[in-house]
């Protein structure tokens, strides 16, 4: 990595936010991250409403993560995700009617009302249905990167994992795994210090997941992932090293997760000013003021305007669609038709 | 396509036979898939250098290289997640688990995931990749070695099973397995990987959707599969010298359950004894059970009777494992019960 490419030696006033981010490219990635945030606390008010069904897992604060991460991939890499997938969903780019309509459970989501809101997921655009067994998706990642590499594309594949994963037997089997075989994959922690209500420092002694790359022989790197540019940045680099054949990296994400683990969770098991102060660091904010800096604000408030209209649309039209047959509940367990139509 | 041994006859119906083993069945099966297919790759513990624990891949490493015939790490969970990651983005995995019991460590791999995806993603996805393992008992091997599960595995909605128990089928099942998009488990009973016979050398795929009848008879229905049908056949032979006349079913898929074939030979038949190395409750025995009260009660002239497994792990000395598993003996005894019961 190249002095001239770290942040920090950007001219200020010269409209570049990073070497690779410019601010066209910094007001896209604030689109995106505005967009999973809005899109997050309006399905929550419906879902208070009563007008969305099932659980709902929020990823507000994260957002930098996701978006920052799925920016340094190309549209043919693949990701994997978590039981937490809106935000992972909409950076990777699945639809975002197809998404709201699958939340809602109609035959027009992407899943067509199957899978719901944890089972994300959209070959189009390269994401696996999202995994939500803590640490499923770990070793499943590993058989896209061996598919790459033997089928010798240069695709690169993450896996996005909260902290809480690293205590699962199949994060360590996946990183052992890659890392033996030099796998392209990135290995995305998103630490939000919290699996459920447990503070990580009660599970593990090691206060930093990227620690654990150590036992592995991998590269492991810790990043704050409330800044969407130093995610860029790191990720850039990441995916850029897995692309080349070096193999995997732990690339850990320093997040916090504004709304609780999932519906009903009043959070008593976290400090109000531990709150406020990572709501400080809210990477929307952050990155707004930083285009503030070069752009009007009408050009910010125009983009809020959009990502409105746009859930607008999106609600709208996961509201109007039909409801999947109740005889589609029997199809897609076999992708054969088995004689008979029974596959028992 | 080689064939397993090189000492080939001619049989009187004029089709080339060769002398091979189940063993050797099965490898010419994954030889086959690896030359028909660049996307078909062989994964699991000691298959390449050590050629697998049961011998199954001897050779193959040389044949096929590192890249294709695949060493893994001894972590379950990460190589059946491969496999499943491989097959969802195009490849076509064999995965071999050395046992049915170490499948367990990736039981989370095989039903949340590979059951799932396809179902769960609306048909988006499907996961075309074939599990191979070794099941069963007979070998003193003991209680973390010798178990059946196959029927507990055909309990999951997404999953085919197979259970291979003639030369015909280890050299067949599994080009069609690869060749199905949907997650598909291969059960090699242990005590088959020895038994040898003559295949003809053209042996190819097989079909996979339907059961076998490997004895025909009139007087009771023996339905069983995998490594207890040579047991069940040779309890038919010397019941046939009582003049008891057995119809032998073996199942060859546990899932899809072939129903039809049970409920027509039963319904002819009017009696039926299920043959199930696996445990008796909640088992597959009890399935096929249910399916001949469902689809053929009333033809009954007796009740359906099983043997199966004692409920017990499998202990090691050998008279303790003979005591726990299906016999021809117990076979035998149950049929002559079924036989003498007028319903």
């Known amino acids: ?344 | 396509m080689e064939t397993p041994v090189s000492t080939a006859v001619s049989t009187p119906d004029a089709r080339v036979t060769v002398r091979c083993t189940y063993r050797e069945a099965m490898r010419a099966a994954i030889r086959e898939a690896m030359h028909r297919d660049p996307r078909v790759f062989l994964m699991g513990e000691d298959v390449g250098r050590y050629g697998g624990s049961f011998a199954v891949s001897m050779g193959l490493l040389a044949e096929f290289g590192p890249e294709r015939i695949r060493d893994t790490p001894l972590s379950e969970s990460a190589f059946v997640g491969a496999g499943i990651g491989a097959a969802l983005v195009g490849m076509r995995p064999i995965v071999e688990i050395m046992t049915v019991n170490f499948s367990l460590l990736a039981l989370d791999q095989i039903l949340n995931n590979a059951a799932t995806l396809s179902h769960m993603s609306g048909g988006q996805f499907s996961v075309p990749l074939v599990i191979r393992m070794t099941t069963g008992a007979g070998r003193q091997l003991a209680a973390q070695h010798s178990h059946s599960l196959e029927g507990w595995y055909a309990h999951i909605p997404g999953l085919k099973v197979l259970t291979p128990a003639t030369l015909e089928d280890a050299r067949g099942m599994l080009w069609t397995a690869l060749e199905d998009p949907d997650p598909v488990l291969i059960f090699e009973n242990g005590v088959l990987y020895n038994m040898e016979g003559d295949l003809p050398d053209d042996a190819g795929p097989v079909e996979i959707s339907h059961a076998a009848v490997r004895r025909h008879g009139d007087d009771l229905t023996l339905i069983t599969y995998g490594g207890t049908l040579p047991k069940t056949l040779e309890a038919a032979e010397r019941l046939a010298k009582e003049d008891i006349d057995c119809e032998v079913i073996d199942l060859r898929t546990l899932r899809p359950l072939d129903t039809d074939a049970i409920v027509t030979s039963v319904s002819r038949t009017t009696r039926a004894v299920v043959v199930d190395e696996g445990w008796r409750s909640g088992s597959i025995s009890a399935e096929v059970s249910a399916r001949i009260v469902e689809g053929a009660f009333y033809r009954l002239d007796s009740p359906v009777l099983r043997v199966c497994t004692a409920e017990v792990p499998i202990p090691y000395a050998k008279h303790l494992e003979d005591a726990a598993l299906p016999q021809v003996e117990t076979i035998m005894a149950a049929v002559r019960q079924s036989v003498a019961s007028d319903g």
């Open chain 1, 1 to 344: 990595m190249s002095d001239v490419a770290r942040a920090g030696s950007i001219e200020p006033g010269s409209g570049q936010l990073t070497a690779d981010v410019d601010a066209t490219h910094g007001l896209d990635l604030y689109r995106r991250m505005q967009l999973i945030r809005r899109f997050e606390e309006r399905v929550y008010l419906h879902y208070l409403q009563g007008e969305l069904p099932g659980t709902l897992h929020q990823s507000q604060g994260q957002e930098a993560v996701a978006v920052g991460i799925c920016d340094a991939l190309r549209p043919t890499d693949w990701i994997t995700s978590t039981h937490r997938p809106h935000g992972h969903a909409l950076a990777k780019g699945v639809d975002l009617r197809a998404a709201m309509a699958e939340l809602y459970g109609k035959a027009t989501g992407c899943c067509g009302g199957k899978g719901g809101s944890m089972h994300l997921g959209d070959p189009s655009v390269g994401m696996l249905p999202a995994i939500a067994i803590v640490g499923g998706g770990n070793t499943v990642v590993t058989g896209l990167g061996l598919a790459f590499k033997l089928m010798r594309t240069d695709q690169v594949a993450v896996c996005f994992f909260g902290e809480g994963a690293s205590n699962e037997g199949a994060f360590h089997e996946g990183l052992n795994f890659a890392a033996v075989q030099h796998l392209p994959i990135v290995f995305a922690c998103e630490n939000n210090l919290y699996g459920a209500s447990t503070p990580f420092h009660q599970v593990s002694l090691v206060p930093d997941v990227a620690t654990r790359a150590v036992a592995y022989g991998v590269r492991g790197e810790i990043v704050d992932g409330m800044d969407v540019l130093a995610v860029r940045e790191a990720a850039g680099r990441a995916v850029a090293e897995a692309r080349a054949g070096a193999g995997p990296v732990l690339l850990e994400c320093k997040t916090y997760r504004f709304a609780g683990h999932s519906r009903g969770d009043v959070k008593g098991y976290r400090s109000r000013e531990e709150e406020v102060l990572w709501k400080e660091r809210d990477p929307i904010v952050r990155l707004r003021a930083r285009l503030a800096a070069t752009l009007d604000a009408g050009v910010l408030d125009d983009m809020d305007a959009q990502v409105e209209a746009a859930l607008d649309d999106a609600i709208e039209f996961a509201r109007q669609s039909p409801l999947p047959r109740a005889e589609d509940a029997l199809t897609d367990a076999y992708a054969t038709v088995i004689s008979g139509g029974s596959a028992s």
